[in-house]
């Protein structure tokens, strides 16, 4: 595989993948996602995935409604699998890396493995659309993405960089803002099941009005 992989459909992606159970950690198309690996049993995955090639990981969320184990969570059906493509070496035994988002997938079934990690069968096909950048961007509600986030700055006694945010597409905007949302594991699931851009957009608005209600009723502190 070259180092600057395009995928452009379902058919060029491996139907095994490794998996990285993480709570809370949403990794959507195109997005980045920084990582610090210090586990030996993900030391060990990366390792892997840059030996065959293909320098892919699959995000998912641990599922604690169904777990039996907590050494073994239950995983949920959706993830999203990553590209390994900034690798740094800490001088302590870690890899500080970046994932750049390509495709959800559906887990077919969690295999049977002698690697210290896990790895899912997976089918892509469900989410044919992701490996098209920018669609259905048109549909987004904008001017009420910005509205919501704008009061959530405000409640928060946040700032931004509000020149990138206006210069951003749409899938940019949705897919980041979604991503460094600081809900829980049962919202970021909802954004990443998302159908498209647009109910990903209608998911995170919703989301963010709820906690800003929840907080003006509750009188709870700002985020610090």
């Known amino acids: 595989m070259p180092i600057n992989a395009e995928y452009r459909g379902p058919g060029e992606l491996p139907e095994v993948i490794a998996v990285f159970p993480l709570p809370g950690a949403l990794l959507l198309p195109r997005g980045q996602m920084p990582l610090n690996i210090f586990e030996p049993r993900y030391l060990a995955m990366v390792d892997d995935a840059l030996r065959d090639g293909h320098r892919l990981i699959g995000m998912i969320q ?65 989410f044919i659309g992701d490996f098209t950048a920018r669609k259905g961007e048109e549909a987004v509600d904008r001017d ?37 949302s600081p809900y829980g594991s049962a919202e970021k699931q909802a954004l990443l099941e998302a159908p498209d851009l647009k109910t990903r957009a209608e998911i995170l608005i919703a989301v963010t009005e709820m906690d ?13």
């Open 62 to 126: 641990p599922d604690a409604t169904h777990s039996r184990s907590e050494a073994r969570p239950a995983l949920f059906s959706i993830g999203c699998v990553g590209r390994i493509t900034q690798l740094a070496e800490s001088g302590d035994g870690r890899y500080v890396l970046e994932l750049t988002g390509v495709a959800r997938f559906k887990v077919v079934e969690e295999l049977t493995v002698l690697t210290p990690y896990r790895q899912c069968k997976v089918d892509f096909f469900s």
């Open 144 to 180: 009420g993405l910005l509205e919501v986030l704008r009061d959530f700055l405000k409640a928060n006694n946040l700032k931004v960089d509000w020149e990138g945010i206006e210069a951003a597409p749409n899938e940019a905007l949705v897919n980041a803002l979604a991503m460094m």
């Open 212 to 224: 800003l209600a929840r907080k003006r009723t509750s009188g709870d502190p700002p985020l610090q």
